[in-house]
């Protein structure tokens, strides 16, 4: 089947916000048995790895000549696989920020219940990522990227604040030096494999997900290990006993936190890192009914009705909405057909044209046209002055067409 | 795995029906309007090279397709 693009990409980046608001709830409950952050990520992660590699031998099932997982989740998975050594860089990188990410989420959880208040605050990651992406993706922000990242980020920072009027400054820490930087890492690794080509194939959202578990989750024991060695406390062997007594509970982080993350990865291989964040953004919308369940249930304190705090809570919903909006709709594709003279080596000018800012594909074709480019720019202006300039001073380009994409659909 | 792009024109006015004729094929993995000498753009991933002749057959025998351009992929760089 063949949807839009850009469709498909919504509904996974919102697929995986449901799912992560609603695990933010089972979070808080879980909270109430394991109150120790250290052994709630350790337990996490222990379930987690198991609950990967259950799930990807399942979808490594083989159907009509292809795999189930290739059939319904990723049509680029093919079976469980070990990690190549172009992968592990990123795979250690990706696992060590999952680690940080996980335990400093799980310290906010214990200072902050309310799963209302704790996930906008995690949103402010956005601007870190239009940042990283600047300087790694070749691409300097736009004045809109700017503009969307600062009102998707003070919404977030409006929708962080509690029903109950407080903001609490330790979890603001928290979020700013452990959580966002860790997301970061995490984010922008996997991208990095999402994009990468393994045996001239794109690399598929299980596997990386399921060694990213791995990483992870020796990382989280890493670091449980020094504070215990540092601090004399005994959360390694603790971690152990928690994950039997709540196994029930840890089952359901698990598998919901499988799909959230296959469903991000996948989004993360379409969009740029920055706008799947902003459109997952959104999970600070989802997690209003999670919040008001759990405050009818006692989980959490009772919400107040303060027509104030309410209003503060609307506006940096609707500040966050219009941050995305403004960020999905300023995208524009292209191709650009380009003929070469004789005698200048092909290679050398495909490099000269990958170099270029918002190139995102460069093909050496045989045909009529000897190479094509598919670029990606904010506005025509940009286009205009960032690539077709610069396809201009390139002495070997003979001629060149651009063919603005109106409308696209991805195989999925 | 072969990778081509195949460059489409078309009669003005049918790009509805070629669209959805052309999300049925297998093989296509993107499938782009576009403005400017063409009409459509579309990326295949096949196997063969008999196959990316099938695909092509497949698109050409598309009422509306007036005209098709293949250009196969001999090394690629992206993000």
Known sequence: MKIRKKYLFYLLAFS??????????????????????????????????????????????????????????????????????????YHILGGA????LTIGYFALIIIIRDPSVILPFSQIVILYLVIIESVTEKNTPTLIEIQSSIIVTFGAILGSISLSGTISLEALAIVFFVINPGWVLLSINQRKLKTLKIKNKTNDALNIRLWNVIFACLFTILFTLIYDYVYGTNNLIESFYSTVDQFGWLFLVGIGTF?????????????????????????????IPVSLILAYYGFIDPLSSDPVLILIKIIGIVLIILGITSFALTLIKAYIFIKLKTGYPIEETMQKLWNIGGVTRVCAVAGTYDIMLKIRTRTLVKGYENILRKLESIESIKEFKWQSVLKEWEDI | ?????????????????????????????????????????????????????????????IKGVTKTTTQVIEKEIAL
């Open chain 1, 259 to 287: 799909f959230s993350f296959v469903f991000y990865i996948r989004a993360l291989g379409i969009g740029k890192a920055s706008v799947t964040q902003a459109v997952k953004s959104s999970v600070i919308i989802f997690t």
């Open chain 1, 16 to 89: 995986s916000s449901i799912i992560a608001a609603l695990l933010t709830g089972v979070d808080v409950i879980l909270e109430r048995y394991l109150e120790n952050p250290w052994v709630l990520g350790l337990a996490i992660f222990y379930l987690g790895v198991l609950m990967s590699i259950i799930f990807t031998l399942i979808f490594s099932i083989p159907y009509k000549g292809k795999s189930l997982g290739s059939l319904t989740i990723d049509p680029t998975f093919n079976k469980i696989r070990f990690f190549k050594r172009e992968e592990i860089k």
């Open chain 2, 1 to 61: 795995m072969i990778t081509a792009y195949i460059l489409i024109n078309m009669q003005p006015g049918k790009s509805d029906k070629i669209i959805e004729e052309m999300r049925k094929i297998e093989n296509i993995q993107k499938i782009s309007i576009v403005t400017g000498e063409y009409d459509i753009v579309v990326r295949v991933g096949i196997k063969t090279l008999d196959k990316l002749l099938k695909v092509t057959d497949k698109i050409q025998m």
């Open chain 1, 97 to 100: 920020g999952n680690a940080i």
